[in-house]
């Protein structure tokens, strides 16, 4: 069960980086053949937002096992950060990822 919650959190941490390092592309892709003025806002962003905005629920329900996974173990998956003591459990890692990307 904790591979598969860490797996869950590192993919969904996956979507947000992408979505985040590549907003200008996704931005690009909009529905410009809808009439329909509020249809314009991209259909692949809100695809984006609602598929990290999905997740972030299910994960939000497993947070009491997150808090008992500790990441030094797992440190190698996680490649982007400069000090894994920062983050003592799963949770702390998970808790700021989506911190940063409810204030974009």
Do not use: C
């Not at 931005?27 to 410009?32: F, L, Q, S």
């Not at 259909?43 to 972030?56: P, V």
């Amino acid at each position: 069960m904790t591979k598969k919650i860490i797996y869950k959190v590192l993919i969904n941490g996956f979507i947000i980086d992408y979505y985040s390092h590549n907003s200008w592309k996704i931005n690009g892709r909009t529905n410009i053949n809808s009439q329909d003025i509020t249809q314009i806002e991209t259909w692949s962003k809100m695809d984006f937002k609602n598929y990290i905005t999905k997740s972030f629920k299910e994960l939000d329900q497993q947070k009491t096992e997150m808090k008992k996974i500790e990441l030094v173990p797992y440190q190698s998956l996680f490649t982007n950060i400069l000090s894994i003591s920062f983050f003592p459990t799963l949770a702390d890692w998970y808790a700021l990822k989506k911190s940063r990307f409810l204030v974009q």
